[in-house]
């Protein structure tokens, strides 16, 4: 369904709705899921149409960070619009937390924006239910890996060091992704993969201690489908691949940089893994759906 599709089903409020984040490709909930954020409760008994009424009339913006997280100017011209009306159309989609922001780790003078995905699902299906039971549907995105691909995908997970979050992504993406997928990262500095980063993944029954951390350079020429940057100064300075590969940037605060006691950065990881687990959910079902478009 198009976005505009939801003029007719978005009317009535939907149920309280969290999303758990787990690593079962099936989609249910394993021992070790973890909420990778907090969606505030909205109760279907009440009608509540203004967070879905946004997400219709705002329908260019949020399919613009469907993709992407994406700066302010990066929106003016993907969207068409003036820079006024899609700052106002931000701060309405934020205020129904549809869309977060977070200040650019390169740059403090740009603010990044991501579509919070989970809680956009939560809504739709939500509303869905207010009309039928029958239309309700609460499990995980749980797409088929390797339906209807003549090849694997190949991905490229970019950051600064190589140490953390793309290397959480590369382990995450190869154990969710199956033989279908391709998954590969690198930094502008190699360094080392972090031990809390392997100790966050093992947790998760993913074993990413054979990784190393690698240049980028190492895969200069290379073609990849998707090259994905998990840190805001990679993204300011990816390089060029060839075949031209579909850029999507993340912006996720590096866990390596939390202070305190070690349950704290422990705990900062664990959260980084759940987040990058969601989101490549949600990238997967986008290569699912490459396959049966093309």
Known sequence: MRWWGWRCAFWRGPRPCTADVGLDRAGSVTAE??????????HASAPHPVALHDAVEHAEELEALARSDRRVQELVQQVAEPP????????????QALVTERRSAADGRDVYYSLDLDRLRGLYFAS????????????????????GRARRVRVLFLCTHNSARSQMAEGILRHLGGEGVEAASAGTVATRVHPLAIAALEEKGIDIAGQR?????????????????????????????????????????????????EESRRKAFRVTADELATRIRYLLTLFDRGASNG
């Open 33 to 42: 899921s973890v909420h990778a954020r907090h969606v505030e409760p909205v």
């Open 84 to 95: 006024n009306l899609v700052s106002y159309h931000l701060r309405r989609l934020r205020e």
């Open 128 to 147: 869905g239910e207010s009309l039928h039971p029958g239309m309700a549907d609460r499990r995980n995105p749980a797409p088929d890996a390797d339906a």
């Open 213 to 261: 951390s690698k240049h980028m350079d190492e895969f200069a020429g290379q073609h990849f489908d998707y090259v994905v940057t998990v840190c805001d100064n990679a993204s300011e300075s990816c390089p060029v691949f060839p075949g031209d590969p579909e850029r999507i940037h993340w912006s996720i605060a590096d866990p390596s940089a939390v202070e305190g006691d």
